[in-house]
């Protein structure tokens, strides 16, 4: 079966970065879009990135364009989501989660297309 497993989150000042890492198993990675997501304490969760199965495309939430990066290594089997200039309201925990269409030609958004999702790892950054 597919598990996802994000690594690299942690407490960090505002305006510090962090990697998160996510490790992909049990699937043929290279052939899924990928994306990241996010949950805050008493709200819903939301899309921050994601990227397509080749890691030709990428797109990003209004919130975290410009500071965040999505990558991918297929190679490795791990999709990558390199925080920069963190602020406060980027605390959450954030999740990894694989498109459910191989091959997809769009790089999704919406979490009702993805179809396997990480534990989640937790992030916090201090002001």
Request: net charge positive.
């Amino acid at each position: 079966q597919v598990q996802l497993v994000e690594s690299g989150g942690g407490l960090v000042q505002a305006g510090g970065s962090l990697r998160l890492s996510c490790a992909a198993s049990g699937l043929t990675f290279s052939a899924y879009g990928m994306g990241w997501f996010r949950q805050a304490p008493g709200k819903e969760r939301e899309f921050v990135a994601g990227i397509n199965w080749s890691g030709t495309s990428t797109t990003y939430a209004d919130s975290v364009n410009g500071r965040f990066t999505i990558s991918r290594d297929n190679a490795k089997n791990t999709v990558y989501l390199q925080m920069n200039r963190l602020k406060p309201e980027d605390t959450a925990v954030y999740y990894c989660a694989k498109d459910f269409n191989p091959y997809a030609s769009l790089v999704r958004r919406a979490a009702a297309m993805f179809d396997s999702w990480g534990q989640g790892t937790q992030v916090i950054v201090s002001s």
